[in-house]
């Protein structure tokens, strides 16, 4: 059964540190689209990358978020340096038979302190 | 500007008690409406995906339904299990593979 896979699944870190999270999207797709959803504003796209290349990143803040996908196989999310408004649950997703049906991670719960 | 608004909020039903959830848009040029699914503590899950108005799709207890404004999810005689947050998405054209979530609506059927 192809699924996504997201690590660490929880985060608690203190303002100011590095937080690096994990995707390992479906097997053989190419497209990953990274969000962070909260109870204020849904679900947000961040990014998303196509090929490991970056092809839409407006929805993240520049000075202090980096996505990269330096493999087919894995996909990162880097905030440096994390603030208390970062907290909030990063998903990753990648397309399954379509490039739109996307198919989400489990999600890393991300508290900073 | 896009939006997509999703009511209600909140919807608590009995079991059995067969009701509707609401997801209204305002996109230029749709490309597509996706529900999803999601449970605490876990990612959304793929329900449907609904391209043209006057289209239905059906799983289980669950008939999506489209319009060219809105979208309903038909659930019939839900049970405990179908309670979750449903989300719907839109996806238009010119925007690549973006999706523009709603704010959810959070189901409740209790026993």
């Known amino acids: 059964d192809a699924r996504v896979t997201q690590t660490p699944r929880d985060k608690v870190t203190e303002m100011g540190q590095e937080v690096t999270m994990r995707c390992q999207p479906i097997l053989g797709h190419n497209t990953v689209f990274w969000y962070r959803q909260t109870m204020m504003q849904g679900l947000e796209l961040l990014a998303y990358?196509?090929?490991?290349?970056?092809?839409?990143d407006s929805g993240m803040p520049k000075d202090r978020f980096s996505a990269e996908m330096p493999d087919a196989t894995l996909a990162t999310l880097k905030i440096q340096p994390s603030e208390p408004r970062d907290s909030a649950v990063y998903f990753c997703a990648s397309p399954r038979e379509c490039p739109y049906e996307q198919y989400f991670g489990p999600g890393t719960r991300l508290t900073v302190t | 500007e896009d939006q997509v608004t999703q009511s209600p909020e909140a919807l608590r039903l009995q079991e059995g008690e067969s009701s509707s959830l609401n997801c209204s848009y305002t996109v230029s040029g749709l490309r597509g409406l996706f529900w999803y699914r999601q449970d605490p503590g876990k990612g959304p899950e793929f329900l449907f995906t609904l391209y043209s108005a006057g289209e239905e799709k059906e799983k289980e207890r669950l008939k999506a339904t489209l319009t060219k404004k809105e979208s309903f999810l038909h659930i019939t005689a839900p049970k405990p299990e179908d309670s979750a947050t449903y989300l719907c998405?839109?996806?238009?054209?010119?925007?690549?593979?973006?999706?523009?979530f709603g704010g959810g609506t959070r189901l409740m059927v209790k026993p």
């Open positions: 990358f196509r090929n490991r290349a970056p092809l839409d």
């Open positions: 998405a839109v996806r238009k054209y010119n925007a690549g593979n973006m999706l523009t």
